[in-house]
């Protein structure tokens, strides 16, 4: 069946960096664009970045512009991202996602961005 696996997140300063990875199986990766959302304390999950299926072309929600750079490596069905200059207002539980069917969900990744 189709997995997705969040890594990477954990506690860093405002204006650190950290980088997720998301393995994903059970189905043929390089077929569907994948996407980051994010959920903070009392808000609604939000969408950060997707990328399309070559890699070849990527957006971003505002807030994260110019910071935040999703990648994919299709050969080793992960995709990535990289989060640069982090702030407060990043702090979340990161789920990396597909669209087949239906939407599917890793179980996520907590970032904590604190001092």
């Known amino acids: 069946q189709v997995q997705l696996v969040e890594s990477g997140g954990g506690l860093v300063q405002p204006g650190g960096s950290l980088r997720l990875s998301c393995a994903a199986s059970?189905?043929?990766?390089?077929?569907?664009?994948m996407s980051w959302y994010r959920q903070a304390p009392g808000k609604e999950r939000e969408l950060v970045a997707f990328?399309?299926?070559?890699?070849?072309?990527?957006s971003y929600v505002d807030s994260v512009k110019g910071r935040f750079i999703i990648s994919r490596d299709n050969t080793k069905n992960t995709v990535y991202l990289q989060m640069n200059r982090l702030k407060f207002e990043d702090t979340a539980v990161y789920y990396c996602?597909?669209?087949?069917?239906?939407?599917?969900w890793g179980q996520g990744t907590q970032v904590t961005v604190s001092s």
């Open positions: 059970g189905f043929t990766f390089s077929s569907y664009v």
């Open positions: 990328i399309s299926r070559t890699g070849s072309s990527a």
């Open positions: 996602s597909v669209l087949r069917n239906v939407r599917t």
